[in-house]
């Protein structure tokens, strides 16, 4: 009989003991270890947060690693530790950003021209200025570059998800009214009837949908 065997034997109830503490401590363990998952977790998203909110208010080279730590409540080389460089949370940034606004873009009705302007135009309300902002920095950001880019063929896509039903014709004809989609219902377009002539919202509204109905041919 083994040695272990034999205490158990001898002493039950030591062993019954023994084996709740165990038992006891591997929860512990496992409970610190969530918690510590759940906080790391936390952080992250804080840290990307206001990254997020700090490179949409403001130019990039005027957003310092030392302006998000402080203001995400962590250090420096915790956001360093995470990300790598400012470059790289930039890029994890965006790519959060991104995923909301497909998430918005996405409930635009298929086939429904008014209802896909009105969900176009909740989004420019919402992101268009952060958008054209970042936009005037491309050329001189690389990390702004690419999530331009990213942006586009968002873009492009939603136009030819929610327009498909216009955009069953020969190959060429497709490409083209695709193209005219694309340009009137560009963020430079809202821009120019909300900002530059000062429309209101529904008028702005109005204006677009009007724009995609003589692409379309819908009266």
């Known amino acids: 009989m083994s040695e272990a065997a034999l205490r158990t034997r001898i002493c039950p109830r030591l062993h019954i003991r023994v ?3 165990n038992i006891n401590m591997a929860a512990r363990r496992r409970y ?3 918690a510590r998952a759940a906080a790391a977790a936390a952080t992250h998203a804080r840290i990307l947060a206001t990254a997020t909110e700090l490179f949409l208010a403001r130019p990039y080279e005027q957003v310092s690693l030392e302006d998000v730590a402080k203001r995400a409540g962590v250090t420096v080389q915790t956001v360093l530790r995470r990300f790598g460089s400012k470059e790289g949370l930039v890029a994890a940034a965006a790519e959060i950003g991104l995923e909301q606004v497909r998430a918005q873009r996405n409930l635009a009705p298929i086939g429904d021209v008014a209802g896909a302007v009105h969900n176009l135009i ?3 309300e919402e992101w268009g200025n952060r958008v054209l902002r970042m936009l005037a ?3 001189q950001i690389p990390a702004f570059g690419k999530v331009a880019e990213a942006g586009r063929d968002l873009h492009r896509h939603w136009v030819a998800r929610t327009f498909a039903p216009w955009l069953r014709v020969p ?3 497709r490409a083209r009214r695709l193209a005219q989609l694309i340009a009137v219902t560009d963020v430079h377009v809202w821009k120019l009837l909300r900002r530059d002539q000062g429309l209101p919202r529904s008028a702005t509204e ?3 949908a009007e724009l995609v109905q003589l692409i379309t041919g819908v009266s």
């Open 19 to 21: 084996s709740a503490i």
């Open 206 to 208: 109005t204006v677009l």
């Open 137 to 139: 920095q491309e050329e």
């Open 122 to 124: 909740d989004h420019y």
């Open 32 to 34: 610190t270890m969530t």
């Open 171 to 173: 190959r060429a004809a």
